[in-house]
Every structure is written in C-alpha cells, then in structure tokens.
C-alpha cells in the first residue's frame, strides 16, 4: 500500500510484492539497487502472503459438505501434518483422517 522507499501512498496497492511509487527518485532507485531494496523483503512477504491464503482456503473447505471436502483433498493432496518430533503423519487420508482434518480446521476458524 506504500512505496518501500519514501513511505508514500501508492496510486495502485500491489498484489503480492511491495513496490516503489512513480516519483523519479523511487523509481531510479529500485532500478539501481533492485534486490538491495525489495528483494529479500518481497520474498518474504509472498512466501507468507501464499501460506496465508492456502491456510485460508483450507479453512473454508472445511466448511463444505463431506463428499466436496473429499474430492478436494484426496490422495496426494492429504495434507501431511505432524506432530512436534514426530516422522509419522497425524492425519492419514481416508474417512476418518478426512473428519479429524474437518474437525482441526473447524476449529482454526
């Protein structure tokens, strides 16, 4: 929502990384210094922006009916969630792995 370099209101929010207004000087410098500036920041941001929004999109698939939920996480896309210091999975894909799945994302709400 701000340009990274002089804390300005950007005309148009960015969508995932940040970015540097239309004044010359922002704009020369994220030319020059690229990276420096935003790089490892934006690669932190989106990383956490897109981690965010599966959790999120979980989240509301929990609230579908079974048989929806089912297809949408069947198979390879069975999250593998472990517990701390654990190699074995908590939740194993299938009817009751599915409900306990429902029930943890239930109450993430």
């Known amino acids: 929502e701000f340009c990274v370099i002089c804390d300005e209101p950007l005309v148009f929010p960015p969508l995932l990384q940040p970015a540097v207004c239309t004044r010359e000087l922002c704009s020369y410098s994220l030319r020059v210094f690229g990276d420096a500036i935003a790089g490892e920041f934006a690669k932190r941001s989106v990383d956490m922006e897109v981690w965010d929004l599966l959790a999120a999109m979980a989240i509301c698939a929990g ?31 299938g009817r009751d792995g599915l409900q306990r799945l429902r029930g943890l994302l239930r109450m993430l709400e």
């Open 63 to 93: 609230r579908m009916p079974e048989d929806r939920m089912a297809v949408l996480f069947d198979g390879d896309y069975f999250p593998a969630l472990f517990l701390p210091g654990s190699s074995v999975p908590a939740f194993r894909a």
